[in-house]
């Protein structure tokens, strides 16, 4: 069964630096790509990062220079490092796989983490 | 970017409605269009891939149609754990992009 399990949130100020973690188990990690996706409260999804299998990274506008997403295949594992954080980037951070042989779909999420900003 | 703009934005509807969700690509994606369902404190749930394939385990009850730009969803026969807000995503392009959502609520 494809499990994935983010852990790592919590409040912080702003300006301060967060890593989330998510623990995969149930399929073959390092043939994957991986990404994060977040939700802001009573908001919609927003992609906030991915990586593909080969370790290539990409990034939106809004996050690119602050947020560092990577992987570590040996130990299933994804992470992302939020660095200079803002009110905005307060929601709840999701971890999905993508599929390629279903047009890169996010086919498994994980049960979401909350980040908080806030002085 | 690619926007994508669903419509309605929410609606109502009894069980045993059909119920139609629409969204739209602001440039052709093809098919590269994936539908979700989301519930509160819950993890978003493939329900379309590719514009019409649906995973096994999804209610025959949604199907998806469309490409290009336009596409839709529908449930044939809205259930009581169909109430949900509902996604569309383009995987056409980096960055992905989802629509705004389309909340379903209980008439």
């Known amino acids: 069964e494809v499990q994935l399990v983010e852990s790592g949130g919590g409040l912080v100020q702003p300006g301060g630096s967060l890593r989330l973690s998510c623990a995969a188990s149930g399929f073959t990690f390092s043939s994957y790509d991986m990404h994060w996706v977040r939700q802001a409260i009573g908001k919609g999804l927003e992609w906030v990062s991915g990586i593909s299998y080969a370790g290539d990274t990409y990034y939106p506008v809004s996050v690119k220079g602050r947020f560092t997403i990577s992987r570590e295949n040996a130990k299933n594992s994804l992470y992302l490092q939020m660095n200079s954080l803002r009110d905005g980037d307060t929601g709840v951070y999701f971890c999905a796989r993508v599929e390629s042989g279903r047009y890169e779909a996010f086919d498994y999420w994980g049960q979401g983490i909350l980040v908080t900003v806030s002085s | 970017d690619i926007q994508m703009t669903q419509s309605p934005s929410s609606l109502s509807a009894y069980v045993g409605d059909r119920v139609i969700i629409t969204c739209r690509a602001s440039?052709?994606?093809?098919?590269?269009l994936n539908w979700y369902q989301h519930k509160p404190g819950r993890s978003p749930r493939l329900l379309v891939y590719?514009?019409?394939s649906l995973p096994t385990e999804v209610p025959s009850r949604f199907s998806g149609s469309g490409s290009g730009t336009d596409f839709t969803l529908t449930i044939s026969s809205l259930q009581p754990e169909d109430f949900a807000t509902y996604y569309c995503q383009q995987s056409y392009d980096t960055p992905p992009t989802f629509g705004q959502g389309t909340k379903v609520e209980m008439k």
């Open positions: 440039q052709s994606i093809t098919t590269y």
């Open positions: 590719g514009a019409s």
